[in-house]
């Protein structure tokens, strides 16, 4: 079987490229696919991305595929994470992404009174997609 539409596939790889190499180059913390076991990770300072589905878009005599990307932002200990979460915002939307909405809670830590910052972030991003 030929290889299929290499074009939006290798624009799909460079924004999962960016969106890792750019968080972990501006925060100097580990980015992960989809989860994070608990060996991986000792201390509460990480991010966690997911994608989502694809929709489909027309827009003048061209496709687009419209998918959902969410990036979660764990912390312990900020008490900056508004402006942490307009960092964040401002760099992926420099890398092709579109910034939707944000969640924020606090998840406590087992059975202690310690809790950990939850950052949520939802974005879009589209790419061309050609029926080759």
Known sequence: MDILNN???ERLKKLNNLL???LE???NV???QDQVSEDEETDYHYFIYE???FTKKAEQNKSL???DVTLRYYSENRDDLDEVTIDIITLLERN???FK???KAAIQKGDTDSYVDEIELNFTRAFKYVIE
């Open 7 to 9: 074009q939006s596939k």
């Open 20 to 22: 890792v190499t750019s």
């Open 25 to 27: 180059a501006a925060f």
């Open 30 to 32: 580990t980015v992960y």
């Open 51 to 53: 994608t989502g589905g």
């Open 65 to 67: 595929l419209v998918q």
């Open 96 to 98: 092709g992404h579109i």
């Open 101 to 103: 909405n944000s969640l």
